[in-house]
T-cell receptor, first 115, second 114 residues
């Protein structure tokens, strides 16, 4: 069964500083990998996804993520954080071609942005 | 606008009173799913549907029912709600079961059972 771990429950970062959110997954083959963002009171919005090919993927809002197979990781980064990036971020892994496909989510990382 | 619409957004109910949370999508998606979100646990899948009249249990199906009579609608039914079902619920859809595009999520329903 697939699983996702986001080791950091909360992260506080200063506006303008860089941000990195960690994600480790467990899955027997190459998975689909996703990052979603949830702003307060909102649903989840897709930031970026990885299937294959270039291991560095670009997403919306200036985010990028790097797939590292050897570390089973898919960390999310942003070079310079804006106050509007304060939100909760979820990493998710999806099984390929399996019956009953679903996304399995990590527990989330809440990002606070200091002025 | 392509979207997943859930209703209601907020609901407070009493233990044992049957309720239904509606979900509708306008994207002609085959795959629909319900998740609940609890602090520290992320999102956990309750039920999913790969097409009309095809539904199956997710990871936490106890206490819930679903139906998929039409492609666009996927209601979540709590026959006898209990306080441990107090949670934030999300409906999601994707084009098909390959989930290669990820999910489109609704705005959520915050349910409180007292």
């Amino acid at each position: 069964a697939q699983s996702v771990t986001q080791p950091d429950i909360h992260i506080t970062v200063s506006e303008g500083a860089s941000l990195e959110l960690r994600c480790n997954y467990s899955y027997g083959a190459t998975p689909y990998l996703f990052w979603y963002v949830q702003s307060p009171g909102q649903g989840l919005q897709l930031l970026l996804k990885y299937f294959s090919g270039d291991t560095l993927v670009q997403g919306i809002k200036g985010f990028e993520a790097e797939f590292k197979r050897s570390q089973s990781s898919f960390n999310l980064r942003k070079p310079s954080v804006h106050w509007s990036d304060a939100a909760e971020y979820f990493c998710a892994v999806g099984a390929r071609w399996a019956a009953g496909n679903k996304l399995t989510f990590g527990g989330g990382t809440r990002v606070l942005v200091k002025p | 606008e392509a979207q997943v619409t859930q209703n209601p957004r907020y609901l407070i109910t009493v233990t044992g009173k049957k309720l239904t949370v509606t979900c509708s999508q306008n994207m002609n998606h085959e795959y629909m799913s319900w998740y609940r979100q609890d602090p520290g646990l992320g999102l956990r899948q309750i039920y999913y549907s790969m097409n009309v009249e095809v539904t199956d249990k997710g990871d936490v199906p106890e206490g819930y029912k679903v139906s998929r009579k039409e492609k666009r609608n996927f209601p979540l039914i709590l026959e006898s709600p209990s306080p441990n079902q107090t949670s934030l619920y999300f409906c999601a859809s994707s084009l098909d079961s390959s989930i290669s595009d990820g999910y489109t999520f609704g705005s959520g329903t915050r349910l409180t059972v007292v």
